[in-house]
């Protein structure tokens, strides 16, 4: 059996690589996205996706999952980071774009499920402030890719209408980059948005259940203080009755 000490420094390794494997896989959203804008911005964008398939390696080889679906998933998002990273340019290969699309949403999903202790662990203000940290990042990001939101103001219009789903349409994705930058922004602000409004929601039942529960308790108190009185009055009666 380890020792406690080796346990923990196990456990603070392990962590460790987590971390920069998700710093790693989130590297790899802007370079997808500076590719398409630039042609300029292929060399890094490969090297974001060689650097991010060999720390998920060295992650996966740290961790050692046990299960068999984990390390397949785990295994797949390696061999796609790697296919990304000798992929031909996005712009010049609708093959080499559909590849890093499929990339892109397990990158996605891997990203969501490191994350999901830390997003969905606090409470209502904790999760207000990861919604807005979240549509913060997608206005920034409509901001860079759209021509048509020119500040960060209208960027974060447009990241909110489009993770809520409102779709007001005075402002809409005209760039293939933006329009597929979209599609993110609506699977991953609008779970954090419904993560938020259910927080909230789940806040006021339960102040309400605590009202309830107020009211019966104070109910239940007072028909045992009821009762108490009744069983001293039939003592007492008992005690007249003995003397007599």
């Given at each position: 059996?380890?020792?406690?000490?080796?346990?923990?420094?196990?456990?603070?390794?392990?962590?460790?690589?987590q971390a920069a494997a998700l710093l790693a896989l989130l590297l790899t959203v802007p370079a997808f996205y500076a590719e398409l804008v630039s042609p300029a911005h292929t060399a890094w964008a490969a090297a974001a996706y060689g650097l991010a398939a060999a720390v998920l390696m060295a992650a996966w080889l740290q961790e050692?999952?046990?299960?068999?679906?984990?390390?397949?998933?785990?295994?797949?998002?390696?061999?796609?980071?790697?296919?990304?990273?000798?992929?031909?340019?996005?712009?010049?290969?609708?093959?080499?774009?559909?590849?890093?699309?499929?990339?892109?949403?397990?990158?996605?999903?891997?990203?969501?499920?490191?994350?999901?202790?830390?997003?969905?662990?606090?409470?209502?203000?904790?999760?207000?402030?990861?919604?807005?940290?979240?549509?913060?990042?997608?206005?920034?990001?409509?901001?860079?890719?759209?021509?048509?939101?020119?500040?960060?103001?209208?960027?974060?219009?447009?990241?909110?209408?489009?993770?809520?789903?409102?779709?007001?349409?005075?402002?809409?994705?005209?760039?293939?980059?933006?329009?597929?930058?979209?599609?993110?922004?609506?699977?991953?602000?609008?779970?954090?948005?419904?993560?938020?409004?259910?927080?909230?929601?789940?806040?006021?039942?339960?102040?309400?259940?605590?009202?309830?529960?107020?009211?019966?308790?104070?109910?239940?108190?007072?028909?045992?203080?009821?009762?108490?009185?009744?069983?001293?009055?039939?003592?007492?009666?008992?005690?007249?009755?003995?003397?007599?």
């Open positions: 059996m380890p020792a406690p000490a080796s346990t923990a420094r196990q456990r603070k390794r392990t962590h460790a690589w050692k999952p046990a299960h068999r679906v984990v390390q397949a998933a785990h295994a797949l998002l390696v061999a796609g980071l790697l296919a990304a990273a000798l992929a031909p340019a996005s712009y010049s290969s609708q093959a080499a774009l559909a590849l890093r699309l499929a990339v892109a949403f397990l990158t996605l999903l891997a990203t969501v499920w490191g994350l999901r202790s830390w997003v969905t662990r606090g409470g209502v203000l904790y999760l207000m402030a990861v919604a807005f940290a979240v549509l913060l990042l997608c206005g920034a990001g409509f901001w860079w890719l759209e021509p048509r939101t020119p500040t960060l103001e209208q960027g974060l219009w447009l990241a909110f209408t489009t993770a809520a789903t409102v779709g007001y349409g005075d402002i809409v994705p005209s760039t293939p980059a933006s329009r597929i930058f979209a599609v993110f922004v609506v699977l991953l602000g609008y779970g954090v948005l419904t993560l938020a409004t259910a927080a909230i929601a789940t806040a006021w039942i339960e102040t309400e259940e605590r009202r309830i529960e107020r009211e019966i308790l104070r109910d239940l108190h007072h028909r045992l203080g009821a009762l108490h009185d009744e069983v001293h009055a039939l003592r007492a009666e008992q005690q007249q009755a003995r003397a007599r």
